[in-house]
Structure formats: structure tokens, C-alpha cells
């Protein structure tokens, strides 16, 4: 099965299905009419409620889940995804987190070139090298096909970085052989915009997960706001 390459833009969730993951593909329906949409998910998922094309994939063997990091299955399932899905430009996302503004094509349209990926603020960026946020990426399908095809599994024993810091640092060191100091080239590679003005995203782990809750209550989330669009507009 291949997704009609008749469409510009199309939606690429990627992941195992959760309680919110038919009201994300409903309202992706209605806010983004002219996309296609698919789910890339496990064969061990009930997939029988899926409002969008669906593939089925078995996910990685692993004895050893490196905790709560699912690295190779997220390779394994954007690869299988972008397969299958055939269009100019791929939003990747998750299938546990809305992202409510229906503009977001138009956004990347002007604001990112077609070399380079746009992502969601996650205020890290600047303070730890290679942290770039896997919730979404916004990219033409030709830039998702080389980071993730081309991106090495993880082999190792524990991980020492986090999944973030992995997948950014092998883009960057092994696909794109860039070794220059992260700060003078993480524009070179990714145009970042506001989680909650660009992307305005809802994640369910926000809002239905205890220990998140409690360990961000500690947080001001006020100034996580104004933190992440201060960022956007200063490096526009």
C-alpha cells in the first residue's frame, strides 16, 4: 500500500495508539483537509477505530528497552511510514500529542528552507549540545527520508545521552559528517519555532500522567511560556 503522491503536504503519526489518538486524526482531518494522513503502528495495537490509512509493523526485537527509550522503534516505525507516504512535505508526529494549529504547513512554508527540519522549542537547545525535541518534525519528505533512513540503531548496553541528544548527534556526525561546535551550525539543520504559539501542543502525558504532573508543578509554566516564544522571536 502507498498513500496517494496527489497531496503536498501529509501527516505521519508515528507510535502506539493511545486514548487520544482518534480525536488527534479527527481533528487532523478537519484542520488539514488537503493532507494525507497515516498511522504507522505495531502489529500488537488494535487498530480496528482508525479513522486514516493504517500500516502494521512488527516492532524491533529488543530484550533490553534502554528503560523507558523506544529509539530503534521510532526508526523503525518513521522508516516503515515514510514509505508509504508520498508527498512533498512530512509532518512526523506523535500519536499521544495534538498539534492544534491548523497553520503549521503555512508556518514552515515561510519561515523554514527545504535543507532543514523545523521542530518545537524545548528550551534545551542552547544549554545541552544536540538537544533538539523529537515530538514533531516538519520537513520535506526527501530530508525525513535521509535522517531516518540513514540514522544507526542503538546497540549498546545503556544509553548514556538522552534519545533526543541521540538521534540530533547522528544526524548531524554521521549523516551530515558535520563535526563544527553544536551552536554555530544547529541552524544549519533545524528552524525552531514555539511549542505553544507555532505548534500549540496538547500532550497527553501533560495532562493524564501523576508523576509529570508533580514533577512540573514545581515548574512556573507561565514563564516556560514566555521563555519559548522570547527564544523564537530573538532567533528568527
Known amino acids: 500500500m502507498d498513500i496517494s503522491s496527489n497531496y503536498k503536504t501529509g501527516i505521519l503519526l508515528q507510535g502506539k495508539i493511545s486514548e487520544w489518538t482518534v480525536d488527534i486524526i479527527k481533528e487532523y482531518q478537519n484542520n488539514f483537509p488537503s493532507s494525507t494522513i497515516l498511522l504507522s503502528t505495531w502489529t500488537t495495537e488494535n487498530v480496528e477505530n482508525i479513522p486514516c490509512d493504517v500500516i502494521q509493523i512488527q516492532?524491533?526485537?529488543?530484550?533490553?528497552q534502554i528503560g523507558f527509550y523506544t529509539i530503534n522503534h521510532q526508526i523503525i516505525g518513521t522508516r516503515a511510514g515514510l514509505e508509504k507516504i508520498h508527498c512533498d512535505i512530512?509532518?512526523?508526529?506523535r500519536t499521544d500529542?495534538?498539534?492544534?494549529n491548523s497553520k503549521i504547513f503555512e508556518i514552515f512554508e515561510t519561515s523554514c528552507s527545504k535543507d532543514r527540519i523545523m521542530v518545537p522549542n524545548n528550551g534545551n537547545q542552547d544549554s545541552i549540545d544536540y538537544y533538539i525535541s523529537d515530538y514533531c518534525q516538519i520537513a520535506?519528505?526527501?530530508?525525513?527520508?535521509?535522517?531516518?533512513?540513514?540514522?544507526?540503531?542503538?546497540?549498546?548496553p545503556y544509553l548514556s545521552i538522552s534519545p533526543e541528544q541521540y538521534l540530533t548527534k547522528n544526524y548531524?556526525?554521521?549523516?551530515?559528517?558535520?563535526s563544527k561546535p553544536w551552536k554555530s551550525v544547529i541552524n544549519d539543520y533545524f528552524v525552531i519555532r514555539s511549542f505553544y504559539l507555532d505548534f500549540q501542543i496538547e500532550w497527553e502525558k501533560m495532562i493524564k500522567s501523576e508523576p509529570y504532573r508533580v514533577q512540573n508543578q514545581t515548574k512556573d509554566i507561565k514563564l516556560n511560556?514566555?521563555?519559548?516564544?522570547n527564544y523564537v522571536q530573538k532567533n528568527l
Open 140 to 156: 520535506t519528505r526527501n530530508i525525513l527520508l535521509q535522517y531516518w533512513n540513514l540514522m544507526p540503531f542503538f546497540n549498546e
Open 90 to 93: 512530512v509532518m512526523k508526529c
Open 59 to 64: 516492532p524491533p526485537n529488543q530484550q533490553d
Open 225 to 229: 511560556y514566555y521563555n519559548d516564544i
Open 172 to 178: 548531524l556526525l554521521k549523516i551530515k559528517k558535520d
Open 97 to 100: 500529542q495534538f498539534i492544534h
